[in-house]
């Protein structure tokens, strides 16, 4: 089948298979799984114009509702982290799409960017991984180290509780630990990441769930949610953008491939939906363990396919 905005040419069943295995691995770690789409449709389907991120965009637009509902249902969406992410992100994300229009078309120089800053989270995280396991070996044994993973996971009541929140702070506490998060320190965050997620394609929430990891402390289990939100909102207007700037540039392909996006969104709401189902039965640092090894091997292939 060919669909006439892309170019590309692929059986229709194809881009919604690969959305539900993509995104039910990644949802569980807050990511939408558009962060695995976009390589998969520049390398593997040849889709290489900047309209390959408005489409990608598109695919959260589809996917997302059906893990944010399924977080939403559990009581762990964090709000005043949601907030945060949705305000700080959505600036960040049209001026990443103006950049990615005039700045950075050429397909190699948008690869070398995308492997860079996958790059710099996988090896943050991992960094961050190390430390944990650091830390957890030189406590009080393997045995007094199980319980609270196991708590973390095999408990399907857990929810989130604010304890307080204002214009400069908000905490909340989740399996009987307390978290409290600068307000402003989001707000920054978030806006860095927006101009990133805005070039990249993938909404300002999707690449911001590793950051509040690793930065912020938060436990993945009440990031997910907020970033998976921030990536919907944020994608909306991104889609609503690249389409409003395409008329200014007619010579090159600006607008999304509709029909290609809705179809990998529907791969993805169903991959979602149990992603977001069975994340609470897995460990946390499976999670991230995951997470970093798809980031490694994604940037890797970037960098390769450039100094070829």
Not at 203 to 209: H, K, L, P, S, V
Not at 216 to 234: D, E, I, K, Q, R
Request: charged share 10%; proline share 6%; with cysteine.
């Amino acid at each position: 089948m060919l669909f006439s905005v892309s170019g590309v040419t692929v059986d229709p069943w194809i881009p919604p298979l690969v959305a539900f295995v993509v995104s039910f691995l990644t949802s569980m770690g807050g990511i939408s799984g558009a962060f695995l789409l976009l390589p998969f449709q520049m390398s593997v389907l040849g889709y290489t114009h900047p309209s390959v991120s408005s489409t990608n965009q598109l695919y959260n637009i589809v996917a997302i509702p059906s893990g944010v509902y399924r977080y939403c249902k559990e009581g762990r969406m964090v709000w005043p982290l949601t907030w945060s992410v949705v305000i700080g992100t959505l600036p960040g994300v049209f001026i990443g799409a103006l950049v990615r229009v005039t700045g950075l078309r050429d397909p190699r120089a948008f690869k070398l960017f995308a492997a860079a800053v996958i790059l710099y989270i996988a090896i943050k995280m991992f960094k961050d991984l190390r430390k944990q396991s650091a830390a957890a070996s030189t406590a009080t044994g393997a045995a007094k180290g199980a319980a609270p993973l196991a708590a973390s996971y095999g408990n399907p009541a857990a929810t989130v509780t604010i304890t307080h929140r204002n214009l400069r702070r908000f905490g909340y506490t989740f399996q009987g630990e307390s978290f409290d998060v600068s307000v402003l320190g989001i707000f920054i965050l978030c806006f860095i990441v927006g101009i990133i997620g805005g070039i990249y394609g993938i909404g300002g929430g999707a690449i911001i769930a590793p950051f509040l990891v690793t930065f912020f402390g938060l436990p993945v289990y009440t990031v997910a949610g907020a970033a998976l939100m921030g990536t919907f909102v944020t994608s909306v207007a991104g889609v609503a953008f690249y389409t409003a700037i395409a008329p200014f540039y007619p010579q090159v392909s600006v607008a999304p491939d509709w029909l290609l996006g809705v179809l990998f969104g529907l791969g993805g709401m169903g991959g979602m939906y149990l992603g977001a189902r069975c994340q609470k039965f897995v460990p946390a640092k499976g999670i991230k363990w995951m997470l970093v090894v798809i980031m490694f091997f994604t940037s890797l292939k970037y960098i390769l396919e450039f100094f070829q």
